[in-house]
């Protein structure tokens, strides 16, 4: 028997746990070797330890599959807050000390950090933190690449304090700031490394006037042409392969009957299908670099299961689903930030992206190998006699999904977004947002109140990142682009170190240049992980 529907269950719990993963595995864990192998001294190996002393408590087996009741499920949120801010702390801990091995680098900069083996250009949105002073009145940020300006766009602006500890005194110093908000595309970003550039203080940027946006309602670069439809779906053209996707990105709704582990509709079940009730447009950015396109609907769908537990309520509640569709100058993929407001409870919400190919297989990627399956079988859900449970035409996904004919291929890359379905209708790939319920198992335990779980309605706002990939060939076209979205390049300020400030402070020897690659890897290789020799000393809990 196996555990079908419970990679659907509490969503929130399985975005967090991907989301520290990679933070953990691609970005602490390297820049901790790195500085290792340079002769770097008392590394935060404590702290490593209990960051994944609570992730390895959170991924016991009812923990992370979210077979809980509430009090346990508050319990793994906790524990996922104290794992975040450890790995936060050591990733900024980590990455101050890699600029002082910097010759020549300025007080003020900011590092581009690649945490893949393999050069990359990509356009990415960032911060930008500078002193609230009169000295930077009527000025703005200005990026330079050995003397050479990059051209940087401003998106906002707002003020906030910073509070500094400074170790030499024992005092806590307050810095008001400005934090821009700011979009640049960066090219040839060494392999798993880093490239630095200076910022300095000028003239407010000039706003641009044309971009990635090309109308009201449509994206479009050297790649890729997104075109918003009146029901809030787009169209895709891939330039590449000439195919045009359409329809996609609309949402569908069905009823949830089921509990923490088995997705069981209703008898009398009914799918809704959003088709841009109350829909506007927003142009959030629009400049050389990348072009956004924000949608807002309104999803009416049942606010539940009718008393009797076989249909769903007649009375209907209002979701509204805010959807940033994104397109990056040099970008080969459509991504997507989608904030859900659900209230209602069960029901099964997803997204669908239709793609017409002809094929009866799909493909997933698992954490060792890609899978290929069959599209939806007929009799789904039904249980043979003799049977212990049904076939399900949804299946796990651990990064991405999609389906081939081999010439052309569409594929759906998910941040923490761990279920997928191929449906034989246009052949769609969906995947899974919400799965709402509020009982752990059916039969005698569906009411008893130590088996409810009301968290898992997943009641409120929640946030999803995830991406259309078109394609042409097999699977193996988009591995290096689902890497290059789960692992987006990140950035680094250059800022006070606290040790600093101590007398007995040694600066390291300054080994290293403005940019550096560590490690690069070419062929057809996937890069899974770089730790710390001394890591592997640490003796981990076995509970």
Same mark, same amino acid.
């Not at 936060?88 to 801990?93: G, L």
């Not at 700031?177 to 407010?204: D, H, Q, S």
């Not at 191929?422 to 509020?438: C, G, Q």
């Given at each position: 028997l196996i555990l079908p529907a419970s990679q659907s269950t509490r969503m929130d719990v399985k975005k967090f746990n991907r989301r520290l993963e990679d933070k953990l595995e691609f970005q602490v864990e390297p820049l901790m070797a790195c500085l290792q192998s340079l002769g770097e001294e008392e590394l935060p190996f404590a702290f490593l330890k209990k960051a994944w002393e609570y992730m390895l408590t959170n991924q016991a087996h009812d923990s992370l599959c979210c077979a809980m009741p509430d009090p346990a499920y508050r319990e793994v949120m906790t524990r996922f807050e104290k794992a975040e801010q450890i790995t936060?702390?050591?990733?900024? !801990?980590l990455a101050q000390r890699l600029f002082r091995r910097m010759k020549g680098v300025t007080d003020e900069a900011v590092m581009i950090y690649n945490p893949l083996p393999h050069k990359r250009n990509e356009t990415i949105t960032f911060e930008i933190t500078v002193a609230d002073k009169e000295a930077y009145k009527n000025t703005q940020p200005h990026l330079y690449d050995a003397g050479t300006e990059l051209p940087v766009f401003v998106q906002k602006v707002r003020k906030n304090t910073l509070l500094?500890?400074?170790?030499?005194?024992?005092?806590?110093?307050?810095?008001? &700031?400005?934090?821009?908000?700011?979009?640049?595309?960066?090219?040839?970003?060494?392999?798993?490394?880093?490239?630095?550039? !200076? *910022?300095?203080?000028?003239?407010?940027?000039?706003?641009?006037? !044309?971009?990635?946006?090309?109308?009201?309602?449509?994206?479009?670069?050297?790649?890729?042409?997104?075109e918003v439809n009146s029901d809030g779906t787009l169209d895709v053209t891939d330039k590449k392969t000439g195919k045009i996707y359409r329809q996609i990105h609309r949402f569908y709704d069905e009823g949830e009957n089921g509990c923490g582990f088995m997705h069981i509709p209703p008898v009398g079940d009914a799918m809704f299908v959003s088709s841009g009730r109350d829909m506007d447009l927003e142009i959030v950015e629009n400049n050389a670099c990348q072009g956004i396109i924000r949608i807002r609907q309104t999803f009416r769908i049942p606010k539940s299961i009718a008393p009797d537990e076989q249909s769903r309520s007649t009375e209907l509640a209002e979701t509204k689903i805010v959807t940033d569709v994104i397109l990056g100058k040099d970008s080969r993929s459509v991504e997507f930030e989608t904030v859900i407001d659900n209230q209602a409870k069960d029901h099964r919400l997803r997204v669908a992206f239709p793609t017409d190919i002809d094929s009866d297989e799909t493909y997933s990627g698992l954490p060792f190998d890609v899978i290929t399956r069959p599209v939806q079988p007929e009799?789904?859900?039904?249980?043979?006699?003799?049977?212990?449970?049904?076939?399900?035409?949804?299946?796990?996904?651990?990064?991405?999904?999609?389906?081939?004919?081999?010439?052309?291929?569409?594929? &759906?890359?998910?941040?923490?977004?761990?279920?997928?379905?191929?449906?034989?209708?246009?052949?769609?790939?969906?995947?899974?947002?919400?799965?709402?319920?509020?009982?752990?198992? &059916?039969?005698?335990?569906?009411?008893?109140?130590?088996?409810?779980?009301?968290?898992?309605?997943?009641?409120? !706002?929640?946030?999803?990142?995830?991406?259309?990939?078109?394609?042409?060939?097999?699977?193996?076209?988009?591995?290096?682009?689902?890497? +290059?979205?789960?692992?987006?390049?990140?950035?680094?300020?250059?800022?006070?170190?606290?040790?600093?400030?101590?007398?007995?402070?040694?600066?390291?020897?300054?080994?290293?240049?403005? +940019?550096?690659?560590?490690?690069? *890897? +070419?062929?057809?290789?996937?890069?899974?992980?770089?730790?710390?020799?001394?890591?592997?000393?640490?003796?981990?809990?076995?509970?």
């Open positions: 936060e702390e050591m990733h900024t !801990e500094k500890y400074v170790p030499a005194n024992g005092y806590t110093t307050e810095i008001p &700031v400005l934090i821009y908000t700011v979009t640049a595309n960066f090219e040839n970003i060494p392999a798993l490394g880093y490239k630095t550039y !200076e *910022i300095r203080y000028a003239k407010p940027h000039t706003k641009p006037v !044309e971009g990635i946006v090309k109308g009201l309602t449509t994206l479009d670069n050297k790649y890729l042409t997104v009799n789904v859900n039904d249980i043979e006699p003799g049977s212990n449970e049904a076939y399900v035409g949804y299946h796990p996904m651990f990064d991405f999904c999609g389906i081939t004919d081999q010439t052309a291929g569409a594929a &759906v890359a998910g941040d923490g977004i761990t279920e997928f379905e191929v449906l034989p209708m246009r052949r769609t790939v969906s995947i899974t947002l919400i799965r709402a319920v509020d009982h752990l198992h &059916v039969g005698a335990m569906r009411y008893g109140d130590k088996f409810k779980m009301n968290a898992a309605q997943m009641i409120g !706002e929640h946030s999803y990142r995830y991406a259309f990939l078109p394609h042409d060939g097999g699977y193996e076209a988009v591995l290096d682009k689902v890497q +290059e979205f789960r692992h987006p390049l990140c950035t680094v300020q250059r800022d006070f170190l606290e040790e600093e400030s101590l007398a007995d402070y040694k600066a390291p020897k300054q080994n290293l240049g403005l +940019e550096h690659s560590f490690i690069n *890897i +070419e062929g057809t290789v996937l890069f899974s992980a770089l730790k710390p020799v001394s890591y592997t000393h640490l003796t981990l809990p076995t509970t």
